[in-house]
Nanobody
Framework: VQLVESGGGLVQAGGSLRLSCATSGSTLSIHMMGWYRQAPGKQRELVATITSADNSTVYTNSVEGRFTISPISRDSAKNTMFLQMNSLKPEDTAVYYC?????????????????????WGQGTQVTVSS
């Protein structure tokens, strides 16, 4: 499975960027996609996620109202999702990583079984200048 990210770059404070993420190589059902970020010297943190079944979203407090994650678009073995980032601040500067979680359900020995498979992109740099 491959995750390809694009859309990062350098922008002034108050500006906007749109990140995109596309998965390929899996025919499993996508359960969730999202974005995490890691600033220098800090731990990786959740930015936003969206669940494919009901488009339910989760945002970290610091981006609520400024960032919007799109519903997952599914086309055969490809899943695409976007993160619109508005009113960017210098503290949004980080490497942004796309995350994808695939989930399968099966029956084994008359018991239901759930298997999760998660993948990460290589990251895209977002730099916001003051």
């Amino acid at each position: 499975v491959q995750l390809v990210e694009s859309g990062g770059g350098l922008v002034q404070a108050g500006g906007s960027l749109r990140l995109s993420c596309a998965t390929s190589g899996s025919t499993l059902s996508i359960h969730m996609m999202g974005w995490y970020r890691q600033a220098p010297g800090k731990q990786r943190e959740l930015v936003a996620t969206i669940t494919s079944a009901d488009n339910s979203t989760v945002y970290t407090n610091s981006v609520e109202g400024r960032f919007t994650i799109s519903p997952i678009s599914r086309d055969s073995a490809k899943n695409t999702m976007f993160l619109q980032m508005n009113s960017l601040k210098p503290e949004d500067t980080a490497v942004y990583y796309c995350y994808a979680l695939f989930r399968t359900f099966s029956t084994e020995n008359n018991h239901g079984r759930r298997d999760d498979y998660d993948y990460w992109g290589q990251g895209t740099q977002v730099t916001v200048s003051s």
